[in-house]
């Protein structure tokens, strides 16, 4: 079965840098699309960032281009989010999720929290 | 970016009756329109794509309808596993892909 597992989230101070990991397992994962979505405490859910399958188109956010990176590794079934200069309503839960024929997403993991604090 | 406005921002329900979730577009966005259903600890869960289209192994108790700027997600015969919170989403102008802020459906 498709399983999506984030990882790589944790505590940090403003400015600092992470990244997140999400390993995927039980499809084929050079045929998909991925995404990156947040939920900030008690908000919505916000896209981040989206990768091709074979990493020709990249898309970000307003708010974290230039900050963030979106990445994956064919070859390990896994997609990455490089974040630096993590500022404070970088705050959130990050899922990553599969794109499902463009655009949206079905099959989503269960998230991995990031907490930009001093 | 096109805004997405889901209105109510909470409803109360009781077990068994039908409920209709509405979800409205800054602009056109055709039928590129999804909705999710989120519940805590958990990824969301795809519902309807396309407007209309269930995703596979959705009950057909939830239906989409709507095109243009006006959508609407009807679950009827509400079950005990249906209160949480329900997303719609455009995909129809990106980036950003945008999603409304959300109807949390909950037990009356």
């Known amino acids: 079965q498709v399983q999506l597992v984030e990882s790589g989230g944790g505590v940090v101070q403003p400015g600092r840098s992470l990244r997140l990991s999400c390993a995927a397992s039980g499809f084929t994962f050079t045929g998909y699309a991925m995404h990156w979505v947040r939920q900030a405490p008690g908000k919505g859910l916000e896209w981040v960032a989206f990768?091709?399958?074979?990493?020709?188109?990249?898309y970000y956010t307003d708010s974290v281009k230039g900050r963030f990176t979106i990445s994956r590794d064919n070859s390990k079934n896994t997609l990455y989010l490089q974040m630096n200069n993590l500022r404070a309503e970088d705050t959130a839960l990050y899922y990553c999720?599969?794109?499902?024929?463009?655009?949206?997403?079905?099959?989503w993991g269960q998230g991995t929290l990031v907490t930009v604090s001093a | 970016e096109i805004v997405m406005t889901q209105s109510p921002a909470t409803l109360s329900v009781s077990p068994g009756e039908s409920v209709t979730l509405s979800c409205r577009a800054g602009?056109?966005?055709?039928?590129?329109l999804a909705w999710y259903q989120h519940k805590p600890g958990q990824g969301p869960r795809l519902l309807i794509y396309g407007a209309s289209t269930r995703a596979p192994g959705i009950p057909a108790r939830f239906s989409g309808s709507g095109s243009g700027t006006e959508f609407t997600l009807t679950i009827s015969s509400l079950q005990s596993e249906d209160f949480a919170v329900y997303y719609c989403q455009q995909y129809n102008d990106w980036p950003p892909y945008t999603f409304g802020q959300g109807t949390n459906l909950e037990i009356k």
């Open positions: 990768i091709s399958h074979d990493e020709n188109n990249i």
């Open positions: 999720a599969r794109d499902y024929h463009g655009g949206k997403s079905d099959y």
């Open positions: 602009q056109s966005i055709s039928n590129k």
